[in-house]
């Protein structure tokens, strides 16, 4: 009888850890997180000296891009990066393309760019100590890839302002993560919430 019993709840242990080791890797398969993005480095060598509108005008740009995703990689197609004068986005000063890549799932990416900036744009938009604040907007679209095929292709759209010093280089050392102004879907956190309610209900059978 009592072998019986072990047996029985070491059947239930079995079914249990097979059941939420199924509601996880349904989630990490159904669960999809865009890439987070950030500009690392930002230099525009011809803000130093304001007044010399034939200085070097090359616009130069790091983007740093994380892919969170567990079980999914990531095709990139091109970058296109927009620096603008402006938070406002009145002028643009330059385009950086990058050209696309595939990214592994947990992995990281730092991509180089430059461009040719519009010097006496950029010129207007530096303050009488020689600094400003400048808007970087990132556009791309990106396929999300699982063992068996590619998802449909989801076009990202994320930006931030970033303050330049009197040499044209970006103030702050940190990375500044670019954001997207699109309202979050609550899709995958229910289907997360319906797998638990699931996992409870066959427990509570037991």
Excluded: E
């Excluded at 939420?20 to 060598?45: E, K, N, Y």
Aim: aromatic residues 8%.
């Amino acid at each position: 009888m009592s072998a019986s019993r072990d047996q029985r709840k070491g059947g239930c242990c079995g079914c249990i850890f097979s059941l939420g080791l199924s509601a996880v890797l349904m989630w990490l398969w159904i669960h999809t997180s865009d890439p987070r993005c950030s500009i690392q480095t930002l230099s525009l060598p011809s803000l130093n000296g304001a007044s010399n509108i034939t200085a070097d005008p090359t616009l130069s740009l790091t983007l740093r891009l994380v892919n969170p995703n567990q079980i999914k990689g990531i095709q990139y197609d091109p970058l296109n990066v927009t620096v603008y004068d402006f938070p406002n986005k009145s002028n643009v000063i330059g385009n950086i393309l990058m050209p696309g890549f595939y990214q592994g799932y947990r992995k990281k990416a730092s991509k180089l760019g430059q461009g040719t900036a519009n010097i006496a744009v950029a010129l207007r938009a530096v303050s009488d100590n020689g600094t400003g604040v400048f808007r970087v907007d990132m556009a791309t679209a990106v396929k999300f890839k699982t063992l068996l095929r590619y998802s449909k292709r989801h076009r990202i759209r994320v930006g931030a302002d970033v303050v330049v010093n009197a040499s044209g280089v970006k103030v702050d050392p940190k990375g500044i993560r670019l954001r997207s102004m699109a309202p979050k879907m609550g899709s995958s956190w229910v289907v997360l919430g319906a797998l638990v309610n699931f996992l409870v209900f066959t427990l509570l059978d037991f």
